[in-house]
């Protein structure tokens, strides 16, 4: 079995870290119970070990936060691991579907986020129509904007002007 | 032979050049010039080369000659077509693959090139063509107009073997051939047809998945235009009776090249269907296979297909077709305005017999576009209104247009696309009243004449209203002012003087008809989106519409925004009421969105007992509480949002919308319409919209909203997974608990 100390910088939450330094211990043997998701490993202490935070171990395939490393007798450092399951599993993970809520990519959409920040003011914008038939405000004396409405008869009432006409008999 | 006048025109390094000069030929005929050419063609070799030059010919109708080299005929309907590329069928190969040709020819007459094709059969054609004659079909389609004969719409494919040809019929009779007037496509049917390499292949039935939009396409022949983008005419040629009409000009067995994978091509071809070859006899029976047998595509160009005993009424080639290339090819030479009938007999006999065949004609918008609506044409072929020649359906060239309907069901009803006001015939103005229109001095010398001093005056008034047994006065039921000159838009031009009763007042006004126009335009507007994202709508921003005289009118921006608001009004010239429609419209379709009545016309009150009451109605109103305006606004907008938000999946899209109610302000009391002369006069909108508080990590952080499936290896920066499936990733149970617990609260790629 074989372990393999990186330093690792990125963001616990990315899933394609990457891993510098690489420091390979070989010949690792399992001597007491542990755990293939938080194992702890003791190796003979090194110059530099302290500033390993990440590992791969072989045996468990799988890589691990250096959560702590504690300081043993006998020249001996315990290296306390925790399982990165997004760097373990990138590959596998890479080729998911799933439905993506959230991205940094591209802007707001449609959809209602309610996390974006906006002010409790408004702007307001006001904008007139273009067009229309008024002409109230320019009208003039000799505009057509009455409407005179006359009872009786209508197109084919006929009248008599005044004057001139003998007027029928109303009986 | 008939002598033959020819003009050459050399046209230059390209195609084009030749179809534009073949285009202007066109339009100058369908402008009325007379057409005494026919336009052969000319034809290069493979699609680089330059096109060469046009024959122009003049021809003698009666030059019927039986020669070696092809007949002339008087061209009367002429059309076009180009071919960028182009495989012959049939042939292997033929043209090396390739041909580049313009053609253009059409004739009311068959044209046939071979001297083994007897004169008889052209006039059987015509005889037969005269039997069918359905002149309540003609100009249904617009540009699409034949004098006779047989059209093919050849659809080509991509699968670079295969080509399907619908063939549209309408028939056609006429007792005088010279005399009868352009007839038009009536599809009774469509057929397909195959052109393939061998007959066995061609014995299948043709599985086609998907007839390929883009290899066709059909144009007006009027205006006829040269797109430079693709070429897209459509040929109308004549009926190649079986014998090689070849519109190369050339005789034998030149085959006209079927561009496969050529743009926008359209054959309407007019030729006919025989069943007797002169070569083979088994043309009957096999689908069109090679040039020696088959249906007339593409204007002929089967070399040494000809035909000895024209019979128009033969058997029809029919290989089978899938429902769905069926319902394809019919979607598709629906959306060209081309009426149908989907029942297609087998027995070819009845081909042209109409009688009993339910047809559909589609039904163009206002815009002139098919808009997937069909009118069933009765057994008589009466049209309804809607199938008037000017509601012919044009093809707008855009196959994602929404008028372009890929399917149809003539028994699905299909949504409107266009609601608009429309104008009575008959209105309550001046069936047992007077309406005048006059300006202000009118106004002036009414009143002075109504209360003038002149005690002749007021007794010549008073006998004249004998009749009536009524008070002068109440002889005018109202005066009224309104906003907007109603002269101009009611077109009023009857020019009178006012009357009242028996009396003519000799005061100079324009009378209001019945069928004047009351319907006056408020304005429009286009609302483009500020944001163009979530932020565009409730309850972020929020809109108000001010219509002069009608008031506020909260808006849903899902309804209007990224639209066209325009508002009109329709006036009740006699009451002075008005109804405001507020209409929205995208992309061709408009329908009215709200409605709302008020009054427009301000009464002039002319008795004291108008006056009193008048105010008494105003403040008996005074205290009410317009309730709807602002109920509409609350119930529609809260619910609308949460309804929105309420039915995303993931946690992150909660009902934050539901949360926040826009303040409505409700409208209470009663005003005149006076009043309104004071305020605004153009519509406005008032817009409401948010502050972002501006992050340059927001993303980085936080990410944007979205909803999408992805591939999570695709995706770049930070991100947020849902609804993941982790069942290919080998792991234990804590690790794929944690596997989801790091994708939904966010990972980096």
Known sequence: MFMTLYKAADDKRRINKTLLNGYSLNDIEIKRDTNILNPSIIIKYFSGVMTYNY????????????????????????????????????????????????????????????????????NVKTYEFSGGDFNIDIATKLSNNFVLNIMGGGASNSTKSFGGETEKEVV | MSEVN???????????????????????????????????????????????????LTVDYNGLSVMHEHTQRDVQKIALTYISTGVSFGRNQYYNGSVDSVFIGATNELYYSYATLRKTARTQFVQNCQARYRPDLYDLITGIKYDSMLGVLC????????????????????????????????????????????????????????????????????????????????????????????????????????????????????????????????????????????????????????????????????PILTQKAFDSALSIAATYGIPFTTEFPNDAHNLFNTDGLITYAPIANAGGYFDGRFETLTESGELSSELSPENKALWNGDENSPYNKRTYDPNIPIPTDNIDLTQPALTAIDAFNRTYIIDGNSVDDLGALLWSGDQSFLDSVLKSFELYGEKPINGIINLM??????????????????????????????????????IYDFGSFKWEREFDNFLDFEPFTTAELYVPFFGMFPLQNSHFIGKTIDIKVAVDFITGAATCIIYVSDKGIRHPVIYKNATLGIQIPITGEDVSGRVNTILNNAMGVVPDVADIAKSAISKDIGGLAKSAISAEIHAFGADAVPTMYQTAGASTPECSLYLPKKPYIILYTPEIIESDIYNNCIGYATFEDVTIGNCQGFCKFDNIDLSNIIATDTEKAQILSALAGGVYL
């Open chain 2, 155 to 318: 659809v080509g494919f991509n699968n670079g073997s295969e080509y399907c040809s619908l063939k549209y019929y309408y028939d056609h009779k006429d007792a005088e051939l010279a005399n009868k007037t352009p007839a038009c496509i009536f599809m009774l049917g469509f057929y397909g047809n195959t052109e393939v390499s061998n007959v066995r292949r061609a014995l299948a039935p043709i599985d086609l998945t998907e007839l390929h939009f883009q290899y066709w396409m059909l144009r007006s022949l009027n205006p006829v235009t040269i797109d430079t983008t693709f070429a897209d005419f459509y040929n109308a040629f004549p009926p190649s009776v079986g014998a090689s009409l070849n519109p190369l000009g050339v005789p034998n067995n030149h085959q006209l090249a079927v561009p496969i994978n050529a743009p926008s091509l359209i054959f309407p071809v007019v030729g006919c269907i025989n069943g007797t070859v002169g070569k083979s006899q088994t043309w009957n029976t096999t689908p069109a296979r090679n040039s020696s047998q088959g249906s007339i595509m593409y204007g002929g160009g089967y070399g040494d297909m000809y035909t000895v005993d024209l019979d128009f009424t033969d058997r029809i080639i029919r």
């Open chain 2, 6 to 56: 020819r003009s050459v025109y050399p046209l230059g390094q390209t195609g084009l050049e030749g179809l534009q000069i073949c285009a202007n030929k066109l339009n100058a005929y369908l402008d009325g010039e007379p057409w005494e050419q026919s336009i052969a063609i000319s034809q290069s070799m493979n699609p680089n080369a330059p096109f060469n030059n046009v024959d122009f």
């Open chain 2, 481 to 518: 002012l309104f906003p907007f000159d109603v002269r101009e838009k009611t077109g009023a031009t009857g020019n009178e003087t006012i009357k009242i009763g028996r009396y003519d007042t000799q005061i100079a006004a324009y009378r209001l008809p019945t069928n004047a126009s009351a």
């Open chain 1, 55 to 122: 590992c791969f171990i072989s045996i468990f395939d799988r890589y691990y936060y250096i959560t702590n490393i504690n300081v043993l007798s006998g020249g001996r450092v315990e290296l306390v691991c925790e399982v990165d399951v997004l760097k373990t599993y990138e590959t596998s993970i890479k080729a998911l579907s799933a439905i993506l809520v959230r991205g940094s990519v591209g802007a707001p959409t449609m959809i209602i986020d309610n996390r974006l920040p906006i002010k409790q003011t408004k």
